[in-house]
C-alpha cells in the first residue's frame, strides 16, 4: 500500500489516499503498526484522505498512534490540505493557490487554504467553552472551565478547558521547561473528570503576543506540536485575560501564528506542512 509522510512542525503523519472508498482503508490495530517508530513508518497518526459528504470536497479522519480516533487535527489537516494539492495535481487538476478546500471532519466542516507562500491558513471554526462541550465534570453542563482548580499528582493546577472539536485542558506556569510532561501527561490525560480523556498543554505566556506551549497528546503522548492545542491555548489565554486575540504560539517544533477573531469567532491557524517522504507498506 502507498502512503506519504507529513510533518508539521514536527507533528508527524501517514497520509493515506482513501478517495475510492468511504471507511478508511486499514485499521486501527494496524494504524498502531504503521505508527511505531521501530517496526513501523513512525507517525503521531495516520489520516485518510476520503470523499466529501454532504457537499465538502473530502472528509479527513485519523487515528492516533494509540488506535483512537480523534475528531480533529491541526497540523493533520494543514498536511492534508498539501497532500490533496500533490494528488489533484498529478490528476491534471493543480490547485492555483490561494485555494480553499472544504473538508468535512468528525468536528465539523473545516476549511484549510493553501497559500502562495506555501504555509496554509486553517479556518478551524468556533471554540467550544461549555463543561458538557469538552466534556468535563469540572464545571456544571451550562458552565465555562476557567482557571478551575484540579488536582493531579498531588498538585493543585487552575485549568481552562477549551474544545476545538477535540478536547483540551490548559494551564499558565512560569516555566514549561520545568514541567515533567512524561509523567504528569498521563495524569491528566486519564483523569475521571474527563471522561473522554484530553489533551494537556502548558503555557508559558512570555509577552501577550508570544505564547511557548509544551503539549501531551491524548492518544499520542509527547509531540513536538499540536494545531488544536495551539488554537485551544490561544482561546485560553483571552479568556484568563493573559494574551491578545492574536498571538504567535512556539511550540518544540517551532511557530504557529493564531488568531481568535471577535469579528465571527471563529480560530485561525496558520502555519507550515512538509512532505518527508513518499513509501510502500507491505
Ligand atoms: N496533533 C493534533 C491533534 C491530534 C488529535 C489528538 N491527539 C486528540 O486525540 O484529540 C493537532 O495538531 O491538532
Known amino acids: 500500500m502507498e502512503f506519504s509522510k507529513y510533518h508539521g512542525l514536527g507533528n508527524d503523519f501517514v497520509l493515506v489516499d482513501n478517495r475510492h472508498q468511504v471507511e478508511p482503508v486499514i485499521s486501527p490495530e494496524m494504524a498502531v503498526q504503521w505508527c ?13 484522505a476520503l470523499p466529501g459528504q454532504g457537499g465538502t470536497d473530502y472528509t479527513m479522519r485519523i487515528y ?7 475528531e480533529m487535527c491541526g497540523n493533520g489537516i494543514r498536511c492534508m490540505a498539501k497532500f490533496l494539492e500533490t494528488l489533484e495535481t498529478a490528476d491534471g487538476k493543480a490547485p492555483q493557490a490561494p485555494h480553499t478546500y472544504r473538508i468535512h471532519t468528525l468536528a465539523g466542516l473545516i476549511s484549510p487554504t493553501l ?7 486553517v479556518d478551524m471554526g468556533p471554540p467550544y467553552l461549555l463543561a458538557r462541550e469538552i466534556p468535563t465534570t469540572l464545571a456544571a ?3 465555562k472551565v476557567v482557571a478551575v482548580p484540579l488536582t493531579v499528582a498531588g498538585q493543585t ?14 494551564t499558565f506556569v512560569e516555566d514549561v521547561a520545568a514541567i515533567a510532561l512524561e ?5 491528566f490525560e486519564h483523569h475521571e473528570v474527563f471522561p473522554q480523556r484530553i489533551n494537556t498543554e502548558f503555557i508559558q505566556v512570555v509577552r501577550p503576543d508570544y505564547l511557548k506551549m509544551r503539549v501531551w497528546e491524548r492518544g499520542a503522548g509527547v509531540t513536538l506540536a499540536c494545531g488544536t492545542g495551539a488554537c485551544a491555548s490561544l482561546v485560553a489565554g483571552v479568556l484568563n485575560g493573559v494574551c491578545d486575540r492574536a498571538a504567535t ?4 517544533g517551532g511557530p504557529l501564528y493564531i ?11 496558520t502555519g507550515p506542512a512538509e512532505l518527508a517522504f513518499r513509501g510502500t507498506r507491505a
Open 36 to 48: 511505531d517508530r521501530h517496526f513501523g513508518i513512525g507517525a503521531d497518526g495516520v489520516i485518510f
Open 64 to 70: 492516533n498512534s494509540d488506535g483512537s480516533e480523534p
Open 115 to 121: 497559500q502562495p507562500d506555501g504555509q496554509v491558513t
Open 141 to 143: 453542563a451550562e458552565d
Open 157 to 170: 493546577w487552575d485549568v481552562t478547558c477549551v474544545s476545538m472539536g477535540n478536547p483540551h485542558c490548559i
Open 183 to 187: 509523567s504528569i501527561g498521563p495524569q
Open 249 to 252: 504560539v512556539e511550540l518544540p
Open 259 to 269: 488568531e481568535w477573531s471577535a469579528a465571527d469567532n471563529r480560530v485561525y491557524m
